[in-house]
């Protein structure tokens, strides 16, 4: 069953739907004992996954139960928080002796992959080192979901992602992979501002992108905003205008390192140390590097703790850069073994980010609607996920149908298959993606 089940994921090309994009047949080939379902989405203004657990909770904890089996697991968690009442009593409903409910209070960010682990387990994850080290699979919920659809043969053709912030009609909309965002935010009523760009991913952690960016089978959301808004603007600047920024105002009070959800867990990153490194030119060695190494990208340093509104996560991404660049390359410092004794009395209220972050008044819930969109055209990038592209099973010209593979995993490589996400025609085949028109 486990090898069936492998190749079905495979074959259908899941991957992690939460963002990453790492193909999801890897994780479902380790043995493990602890399986769990990242249902914490801690993102601002998000509410897909909420609605496809509210909506889908049969078929995600059929996903579970398979990754399980696959794994081995002999303990199936559903991380979750407490304040998610629907989720839980339909979840609860298909749930057994062998599942059970961890609960988080809502909390940003209880979604990165090691505060669900520690949470969850006690187990810190080694410096370098994923879930699978510590004997655990973690998967959110439309990958569960995926999986179930693979058991039976159904490819991933489509994507669940919420549109909020400035539309007319915020929502949760499951829409063909490879339409435009304006597609998915005319679904959504439309911008209510005239110019506008969007954050794909959430406030915190996602990038900047216009209305011309492609769904992918990880597109979680998109946080339309009018263009002058702060964090449009943050986004906006060059890399060289945050290296200034950071060299000429950090006063060192260290509230990015406190406020840090990896320094808490015990990890070695010292947000504060890394923009001391840049103002003091010392970015380059090997020392100050380091303390960067373990950032988890949430933002939190940057958004939220910092008083002067530095961009103090873009600097720890520069210093994972110089990192590698060093030669002979050092050893990631390792964790300290423990929590922080103030880590619970530090977790960031999401209400309060809210406030923080300026979006108070985009603030509503984004039910999960029935719109469905037809589109003419799709462009099907070819690297929807970690690894390698696919590569083309198909030519200008070709007749495909939805469901149909269109690009498969190079040989030997990492990687996910790609499907057509409607029927019709190959229009054109470039480097980067495959048009289908209908």
Not at 88 to 110: R, V
Not at 267 to 274: D, N, T
Not at 370 to 393: C, F, I, M, N
Request: hydrophobic share 40%.
């Amino acid at each position: 069953m486990a090898h069936r089940l492998v190749e079905q994921v495979r074959q259908a090309g899941v991957v992690g739907a939460g963002g990453a994009g790492f193909p999801t047949h890897v994780k479902l080939q380790a043995s493990v004992d602890t399986y769990i379902a990242n249902a914490a989405e801690c993102e601002p203004l998000l509410y897909k996954d909420q609605e496809l657990m509210r909506t889908q909770a049969e078929r995600m904890v059929q996903g579970l139960r398979l990754g399980m089996e696959a794994t081995g697991a002999t303990r199936g968690v559903i991380a979750i928080k407490a304040k998610y009442k629907d989720a839980i009593a339909a979840l609860g409903a298909h749930m057994g002796s062998d599942l059970e409910f961890h609960f988080f209070d809502s909390f940003y960010p209880a979604g990165d992959e090691y505060i669900v682990v520690y949470d969850v387990t006690g187990r810190l994850i080694p410096v370098p080192g994923i879930p699978l080290n510590v004997g655990c699979v973690v998967n959110n919920v439309e990958t569960l979901i995926n999986v179930a659809n693979a058991a039976e043969g159904r490819p991933v053709t489509h994507t669940t992602l919420t549109v909020a912030g400035a539309v007319r009609e915020p929502a949760s909309l499951t829409v063909p992979v490879g339409v435009t965002a304006r597609e998915v935010v005319d679904l959504a009523g439309g911008p209510t501002v005239p110019d506008v760009a969007l954050l794909d991913g959430g406030a915190m952690m996602g990038k900047l992108v216009e209305l011309d960016a492609l769904v992918t089978k990880a597109s979680g959301g998109y946080i339309v905003l009018p263009r002058e808004h702060h964090l449009v603007r943050r986004r906006s600047r060059t890399e060289q205008a945050k290296v200034s920024i950071a060299r000429s105002a950090c006063d060192q009070c260290s509230y990015c390192t406190e406020f840090c959800p990896r320094f808490l867990l015990g990890y070695a990153i010292e947000p504060h140390k890394v923009m001391r490194s840049v103002g003091f030119a010392g970015e380059a060695e090997a020392g100050w590097a380091q303390l960067g190494l373990q950032c988890c990208e949430c933002n939190l340093c940057s958004l939220y703790a910092c008083p002067e509104d530095l961009p103090v996560m873009d600097m720890c991404v520069r210093s994972k850069q110089i990192w590698r660049q060093i030669e002979p390359r050092p050893d990631p410092l390792p964790p300290t073994g423990r929590a922080h004794p103030m880590r619970d009395h530090r977790r960031v209220p999401i209400s309060r980010l809210v406030q923080r972050l300026g979006l108070v008044e985009w603030d509503v819930h984004a039910p999960l609607v029935d719109r469905v969109l037809t589109p003419e055209v799709v462009r099907l990038k070819l690297s929807q996920h970690l690894g390698a592209p696919a590569v083309p099973v198909v030519a200008v010209a070709d007749r495909v149908s939805e469901g149909q593979l269109v690009a498969a995993i190079p040989e030997g490589k990492l990687g996910a298959n790609i499907h057509a996400s409607i029927s019709g025609r190959v229009a054109f085949i470039d480097d980067t993606s495959i048009h289908i028109q209908r």
